[in-house]
């Protein structure tokens, strides 16, 4: 089996937990945050860079890569890891999410769903096979079944049909799949309604895939619901098998993620607010841009250990980012990437020290101190 | 001393020489060239990965720190050096090459240059001392005397004025100098008058600089113009100082430069060019972007060793550029510095091995072969 879970510690009092995720190209510490590589490039950082950083596991979009520079051009140039120069874990998504986004380009039927390019209007038609057949061609390590990622708020009805149609795709990337070197995780859909999510859960187990991906989460609901929905869906999922939370990478819904039992979370949330020049802090965000750093000569986090940290000032690090040089934005987007990689084990060392909640009881305290 | 200049070696039949610069912040083997990091950065690439590449001195622009982020805030940072994380050799420039190309945005006077900031407009009036004002604040090892860089065009009498101001100017300056841990260079002016170039090459070794810059070239004129004028000027500076080609950094405009005896070059080129999507190569240039490296999987260069070429290739590298990912520029920016520091690496072992002319004939010729 190309993924394997390794159920390392249960936190006795939540359902945090920490394990090791097994893959083809390495084996990885859970609970883990995933950057974002959207065109085969984490905006603004190297692979080598990356490595450093302690960054694991990296997700990559297959729609865009899809329509540019297309997957047979990357299988030929050997997959996407020596595509990028990334020898460690990938993960690709299956288009879907970024196809429903599209909105009026789109149409979906039961075989798939057609769309308009956003890069040149040209007309496609992803279905669950296809988007098999692409992440085939790419080569990730974890690759992901085709679904419908239902917006919020959505009715009862079209949330019901939606995720059985999901339930349905899920089993023909099932049939689809060919490599025996990659995983492929199911989507648990069902949007806000908690039946809907038990029974896109049982679905999906009697599919038996090596990992479950919690998916429709934090697309506008209140965080409280999501939380909700999490505590209500992933104890349901089998304990042996890895647990990834969609689109997540605040602090914040880590912390909660990591409580409820997710073992992988990714999120584009990091690099993106650093390339605003927004710098991520355990006391919360400092925006290095603000005028008020400008005379301002201590690292953006005198706590941190990371390479911008221990060399560069907000004065610095603010200088370049008014003055649009790009080593600003990538200044600030390798410390976002580091502080959440060390949060994150930071998180895996207190559930196996025993202490998960104290450590969420001193964040929570810490955030509110803002 | 700040700058002293040891001369190791002199070619037999041409002005070529190989030698060491030693500054405050290190001693560096000549012929150099010099990356620009006009606002406190070299575009693009970190301190880091020029320490990797090998980069001993970079050059920044007075103008452009003075009006951000303003050069009393980088002393209150401890200096140039220290607030952008450079601890090898940094030169600044006068500024006057900024300013007097705002064109109509400035107005010269004897006492100095009134003009116009480009980042909001406002009202500034810089002079020789106040040139050296500021460089002593940013603290490079190289500081430059403030000159006017004459267009090409023009007329005798106002380049005859001119370089006779800029000599005032050069007095001015020393007489402003306070540190003695700065080299403060004397700028060589003269347009495309021979013999104002040698009374302009006359009235500055009087002044005793400890280094010569060769200004107002590569302002315009042909190449040939601009070779015969620094094959009269260079031989008449003195031997056992260190002489500077301002703003040139083509593979062949540097070996023409350092056969006429040069020992110093800068250039935004290398790094502009870059941006732009084009590799640097000992056969000429490579528009990486171009739609015939879709599919070559080669790295730009295949005797290249630098750490581009050892791990990407034009397809990655054109998919990044046509995606508008930052690390495409990157990497480009990172392989033509390599390029240029090899090149001047190779150029000062064929000095030293008595082959400089050979090495030159078989560039040349390899350019023509494109």
Redesign the interface.
């Known amino acids: 089996m190309a993924i394997r879970f390794e159920l390392v510690k249960k936190c006795p009092s939540t359902g945090a937990r920490a394990g090791i995720l097994h893959t083809p190209h390495g084996s990885f510490p859970t609970p883990l945050f995933m950057p974002v590589g959207t065109?085969?490039?984490v905006?603004?950082?190297?692979?080598?860079e990356l490595r450093e950083l302690g960054a694991d596991i990296i997700l990559s979009n297959t729609y865009h890569l899809y329509l540019?520079?297309g997957h047979e051009?990357i299988a030929?140039?050997?997959g996407l890891h020596r595509?990028?120069?990334w020898e460690r874990g990938i993960l690709t998504d299956s288009g879907g999410y970024q196809v429903f986004s599209l909105g009026t380009l789109r149409k979906i039927t039961e075989d798939g769903v057609a769309f308009r390019s956003h890069v040149d209007g040209s007309k496609h038609f992803l279905t669950p096979e296809k988007a098999i057949e692409i992440q085939t061609a790419l080569g990730a390590d974890i690759i992901m079944a085709f679904d419908e990622c239902i917006p919020y708020p959505a009715e009862y009805e079209y949330v019901r049909a939606s995720t059985e149609r999901t339930t349905r795709w899920a089993q023909r990337c099932l049939k689809a799949k060919t490599r025996s070197d990659q995983g492929l995780f199911g989507i648990v859909q069902g949007g806000m309604y908690k039946e809907l999510r038990t029974q896109s859960v049982r679905d999906l187990i009697s599919l038996d895939f090596p990992g479950y991906a919690i998916g429709g989460l934090s697309v506008g609901e209140p965080t409280t619901l999501m939380y909700e929905i999490l505590d209500h869906t992933v104890p349901q999922l089998p304990e042996t098998k890895p647990r990834y939370l969609m689109g997540v990478g605040t602090p914040d819904a880590l912390v909660e993620g990591v409580k409820s039992g997710i073992d992988m979370f990714d999120c584009v949330f990091p690099t993106r607010v650093a390339r605003n020049g927004t710098a991520m802090t355990l006391s919360g965000r400092l925006v290095v841009k603000n005028a008020e750093y400008?005379?301002d000569?201590r690292p953006i986090d005198p706590n941190c250990g990371c390479?911008v940290c221990r060399?560069?000032?907000r004065?610095?690090i603010?200088?370049?980012l008014?003055?649009g040089?790009?080593?600003?934005?990538?200044?600030t987007t390798l410390h976002n990437l580091y502080f959440l990689f060390e949060f994150m084990r930071r998180m895996r060392r207190a559930i196996i020290e025993d202490r998960f909640l104290a450590f969420r009881d001193e964040f929570l305290q810490r955030q509110g101190e803002q």
């Open positions: 065109q085969a490039s905006k603004a950082v190297s692979s080598e540019r520079p051009l030929r140039a050997g595509f990028m120069n400008a005379n000569f390479p060399n560069y000032s004065a610095y603010r200088h370049l008014k003055s040089e790009i080593l600003g934005l990538r200044l």
